[in-house]
């Protein structure tokens, strides 16, 4: 059987998702996942386009022993070198070289021709092959370029020394069809293609993201590019748990191996939604809430004969547990300690006695604590930034008088330099009158410009979760906490995006010096 390389972009493709803002120890903490789901490249960033990039591929590269660590350059020996330096301690290198080959791309955006376009391919390739020992070379929106092109440009950058070529279909214009056509033709028409590895990339503009990665693969792909969850530029890339988990259950159809370690799917897919604030869709497939679910009576009968008569994977394949009740109001350190290991988070001896003391609070207040609601303490506190300066909150009050009067917040905080400050606003709505409080308490400039609260788990005592997405002093952030009062998990969500401001602001000040 043949293998096919997993290549995940959820931290640079899927990061470019509208919105998304990761910081550093959340994409530490998805490639630690990564890791462990298997993946065998993980594209960490795109260096050269910020401090914040540079120093998460290179913390990433420095952490990751088991993939490939790779990171996007445009064709220029600046990106190269930026890359080189973050990627260089990772246990294989790889630099991820892209330029567009399409007469769309060439003539307007790039404003070049293709005989320009080749020549800097060739070039920069060569360049980058005197420092990587594996060049990744993209035709950038190969799926609109012409053929012939497409084949003569591929043949000299294999002969300059890339040694994987990828083939994206950027904007998820292709069919399947015209997705393996395009791959066959190269096969066909390269002389040197079988020095290199065939990649795919598809995006799922018209939602034939992974339909069209699986035909790459049937007409000679041996690596497919993804995200978690399918996040990523507009409607997303191809969702990487789909390919892996189609490629296990039509084994039929799709005889290949992948190194992927398929029962760690749910909790990278968690981990990726959490961090990014992109919810997954109750009917997404593999992982949604409802994709184990059957509502109607003729399944349920179905499935109590027989599952296969209505499943065809089972949840625990892909690592959802049926039960997952778990420690209670009597458990211990150890139990919790044991719990934390068994759920894949490595905390100091620090974080591990916060969220020890978090979780007996839950229990006092909570009638059964599950592991969505440890997964919830144990991420807020695994990024959390101690080091860094920050609002805290110290009190709170909201008073709802009754519907003809507005609703009045009054709130405490410590600032960053230490001094305690409080006072009291009103607004239409209680989140409204918490935030318009916190908002004149603290000194930046904030604007919102997203707010979501959701409930974690069932019941009237779940944990709520609030996500907030806002400016502070022009720059968006995002902010996430959760707590069992939704004005609590709300007024924390707040602070987490504001304090983020001061990790971007010492960034700022090296970028100066970095571009
Ligand atoms: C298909 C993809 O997903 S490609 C990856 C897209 N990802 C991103 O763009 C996210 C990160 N990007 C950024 O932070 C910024 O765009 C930066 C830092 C990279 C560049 O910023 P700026 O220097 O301000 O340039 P800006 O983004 O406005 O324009 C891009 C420039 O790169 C050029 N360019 C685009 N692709 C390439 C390439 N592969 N090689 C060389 N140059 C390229 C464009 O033609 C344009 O050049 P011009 O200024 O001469 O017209
Ligand atoms: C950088 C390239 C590979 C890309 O993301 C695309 O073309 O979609
Ligand atoms: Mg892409």
New binding site residues.
Partial sequence: MSHINIFDTTLR?GE?SPGVNLNQLEKLEIAKQLERLGVDIMEAG?P???QGDFEAVKAIAETVRNASITG?A???KTDIDIAWEALKEAEEPRLHL???TSPIHMNY??KKTPLEVMETAVEMVSYARKKFPQVQWSA?DATRSDLPFLAEIVERVINAGATIINLPD?VGYSTPEDYGHMFRFIKENVPNIDNVILSGHCHDDLGLAVANSLAAIENGAAQIEGTINGIG?RAGNAALEEIGVALTIRKDKYPYTTNLVLKEIKRTSDLVSKFTGMRVPPNKAIIGKNAFAHESGIHQDGVLKHASTYEIITPELVGIQSNDLVLGKHSGRHAFKDKTKQMGFELSPEKLAQAFHLFKQLTDTKKQVTDEDIFSILTDIQTDAETVKKYQLVAFQVHYASSTNLPTASVALTTPDGDRVETARTGQGSVEALYNTLEALVEEEIHITNYQLNSIGQGRDALAEAQVKLTVNGTPVSGRSSAQDVLEASAKAFLNAVNRIFLTQKKTQKEKAFL
């Fill in positions: 493709d470019q795109f050269a386009s910020s996007l445009r064709t220029t892209f330029l567009a955006k790039l950038e950027t530029e």
